[in-house]
């Protein structure tokens, strides 16, 4: 980060701060780290002396975005990641905390490990990072980890990662131990014996490239046995990545029954379908797969509805060696810490949501389910903000990205809107040019 801890004044922007449900066209002042004011007529006279004053005329002030699901190679696959390169392509997206994820080699199922993560961000990255402790040992699936140890030493969350608990008996034991740490367990809803080894959604358009299909069937049936243990304990749960619409009916029982369950849906799955895949594109192929336009559709819809709590960028990025394979044997992942903002601007731009609610799922709402200070703009909460300009087009190209893989889905994609600045604790660590 840099030194320079200078008053700043952003002047004549649109603020929108949707953990208050604010947004209106005014000034915010930051000072020592913290939001000191954001309302209408600050102006020049009211503040310290040596303010940087800047002109954010057009543009948006949004508090920081929260990523609650990105996998960081780091410790044990640097070459993919590391908390270094994720974190400048936070910042570059307006990210200004990440929530990483304990599949990396050694697992982080143990109090020391996530020290080392927290330590290691520290020392190398420019954004927040916040891990997620693994749920069972070795993600296994087989014995649960020591859920309180683990909150202790800093995990937000409990999950295993893109693993799925299969016994049910572990997963009753580990939401009633969660239950008594108030601790978050998130959970990857795929039954691994249906999923098998399919490559794409089950339909028409696997048919036609030959390729094995999954069923939306693996997903609902996961998260109807989950939501039906989260019954019996009583404990809080988050769906890790919904993608059908069949999962959003199980979903609004759970919750129409006072159920403390949320969900998230990655900007993949908002914006993309099965049909982008066309000639076995692999930048394409996620876990779980893009599922049919109504999918999509249903989706963005239970986002507008607030069905579906948050949007993560499910951030996987994968190098050369296991993306440019034919597409049953190529890995499944995309990066997406970058472009999850202005993704998501084209359900803005085409209508279908509001900028409010797609900032709340990404911000206040994240901030709130994992108990962190960020994704507000009130006055003494941390100064993380990010300035967005909603307009300016631009065609992204993947080499640009400053992520250390380039496999994004978004290559050479017409955009509407980008960040053009990020400050985390009122250090501004990313600036467009």
């Not at 066309?278 to 963005?300: C, G, H, I, N, W």
Request: net charge negative; aromatic share 4%.
């Amino acid at each position: 980060m840099l030194s320079d801890r200078r008053p700043i004044l952003l002047t004549n922007a649109r603020i929108i701060d949707p953990s208050r449900d604010l947004d209106f066209v005014g000034d915010l002042l930051m000072a020592d780290g913290v939001i000191r004011e954001a309302k209408r007529g600050i102006g020049a006279a009211g503040v310290p002396e040596g303010t940087e004053i800047l002109d954010c005329r057009d543009k948006i002030v949004a508090p920081g975005l929260i990523d609650m699901r990105a996998f960081i190679g780091e410790p044990g696959a640097e070459h993919r990641e590391t908390l270094a390169t994720a974190s400048q392509a936070a910042a570059a997206g307006g990210i200004t905390t990440l929530i990483c994820q304990p599949d990396t080699s050694p697992v982080l199922d143990d109090p020391a490990i996530v020290d080392f993560v927290q330590r290691r961000a520290r020392d190398t990255s420019i954004v927040h990072v916040h891990p997620m402790a693994a749920l069972t040992k070795g993600l296994k699936g087989a014995e649960m980890t020591e859920i309180g140890l683990l909150k202790a030493a800093g995990a937000v969350a409990f999950t295993d990662g893109a693993h799925s608990v299969v016994n049910a008996q572990v997963m009753r034991r580990a939401l009633t131990y969660a239950r008594d740490f108030d601790a978050l367990i998130v959970h990857h809803t795929e039954d691994p014996d249906l999923t098998a080894d399919g490559v794409m959604t089950e339909g028409e358009f696997a048919a036609r490239l030959g390729l094995s299909g999954v069923p939306t069937a693996a997903e609902t049936i996961m998260l109807e046995r989950d939501l039906r243990l989260v019954a019996l304990t009583g404990a809080r749960y988050h769906a890790a990545s919904i993608t059908c619409a069949g999962s959003l009916d199980v979903l609004r029982r759970a919750k129409d029954a006072g159920f403390h369950v949320s969900a998230a849906a990655s900007i993949n799955h908002l914006t993309l379908n099965v049909g982008d895949v066309q000639s076995y594109r692999t930048f394409f192929k996620v876990s779980p797969p893009l599922r049919s336009e109504d999918d999509r559709m249903a989706l963005v819809q239970a986002l507008a509805d607030g069905l579906i709590d948050v949007v993560m960028s499910d951030h996987n990025p994968q190098d050369v060696e296991t993306k440019r394979l034919p597409f049953a044997e190529a890995a499944p992942g995309a990066i997406g810490i970058e472009t999850m903002l202005c993704a998501g601007l084209r359900l803005v731009h085409d209508g279908t949501l509001s900028l409010s609610t797609l900032l709340r799922a990404m911000s206040s709402r994240p901030a709130d389910l994992l108990g962190l200070p960020g994704g507000t703009l009130r006055n003494g909460a941390p100064a993380d903000i990010t300035v967005i300009d909603p307009d300016i087009p631009w065609i992204l190209n993947a080499e640009d990205l400053k992520s250390k893989c380039k496999n994004t889905p978004f290559d050479e994609s017409k955009l509407q809107g980008r960040v053009v600045r990020t400050y985390v604790a009122g250090r501004s660590v990313y600036e467009y040019l």
